[in-house]
């Protein structure tokens, strides 16, 4: 068998346990799921009316608006969670055991990558069917469900680098735990929950500079208006950034875990 397709099976093998582990305890797959829609249903139904406010972006309904903050509280949980479950791991000596173990050390990181980013494609399909169910309309037919599951997918796989180097450099479940106020600081200083426009200083200017914001309107825009290059291009390239971020983190921090065991 050569390297590549061993590796492979490493990275897909971790994966799938990252997933088991996730569903398997409640504390982890509330953030990714729970959380994000009870905070979609309290908003859409306090708030709908929103959408009245003069230079409020043409929308069907409040709820076809806010399903991408949705996707993105959702995937950016799912980084933190899987940092959390990694950090888990460091403390039960399971990863140690994967140090001795002959594969490469950076497959253990790809391979909890794989699993956040399976839970951001099953985090996307979920609130594209609560959409769907409550009568949203996708502008941009089938080809923007995917281009919204994809950009979903790819940043959710981002922030897990985030959340992956946290845990390596720390190796506690409580330190990286103790991000999650930060995570929800940084997107409700975007856009995903309201438009940029309507913001007041400081808030507007932060989002409109924050990677966070790009991101959420590459997935939304295909839900309200259809798929925009511009905004796609834009929400690509704040993906690729925070993926260069977390594999610089990550690359320093497995080095570190490995001198200091």
């Keep these: 068998m050569s390297a590549i397709a061993l590796n492979a099976r490493v990275v897909r093998a971790l994966g799938m346990r990252s997933v088991r582990q996730t569903f398997r305890r409640p504390q982890l797959i509330a953030p990714i799921i729970v959380f994000p829609t009870l905070l979609l249903a309290i908003q859409t139904g306090g708030a ?3 959408i009245e406010l003069p230079g409020f972006p043409p929308v ?12 993105m509280q959702s995937l950016m949980l799912a980084g933190n969670s899987g940092g959390i479950a990694l950090a888990v791991d460091i403390e039960m000596g ?5 140090f001795s173990a002959p594969i490469p050390r950076f497959a253990i990181v790809l391979g909890r990558l794989a699993g956040t980013a399976a839970l951001g494609f099953f985090a996307s399909l979920w609130f594209l069917a609560i959409g769907l169910i409550f009568g949203v309309s996708i502008e941009g037919g089938v080809a923007g469900a995917l281009m919204a599951i ?3 997918t790819a940043a959710a796989t ?3 680098g985030i959340g992956a180097a946290f845990a390596l450099r720390t190796g506690s479940a409580s330190v990286v735990q103790g991000l999650f106020p930060l995570v929800l600081v940084v997107l409700f200083l975007s856009s995903a929950f309201f438009p940029q426009e309507l913001m007041i200083e400081p808030a507007k200017t932060i989002a409109q500079y924050n990677p966070l914001s790009f991101i959420v309107e590459g997935i939304r825009e ?9 905004d796609t291009v834009d929400a690509v390239l704040a993906i690729l950034g925070i993926v260069v971020l977390g594999l610089v983190l990550s690359a320093r921090a497995l080095r570190h875990r490995l001198r200091v065991g």
Aim: charge should be negative; aromatic fraction near 8%; hydrophobic fraction near 60%.
């Design 150 to 152: 994809v950009l979903v």
């Design 94 to 98: 399971f990863t140690d055991r994967l």
């Design 222 to 230: 295909p839900m309200i208006s259809g798929i925009d290059a511009s």
């Design 158 to 160: 981002a922030v897990g």
């Design 48 to 50: 709908g009316a929103a």
């Design 60 to 71: 069907q309904s409040f709820l076809q608006f806010m399903l991408a903050g949705a996707m």
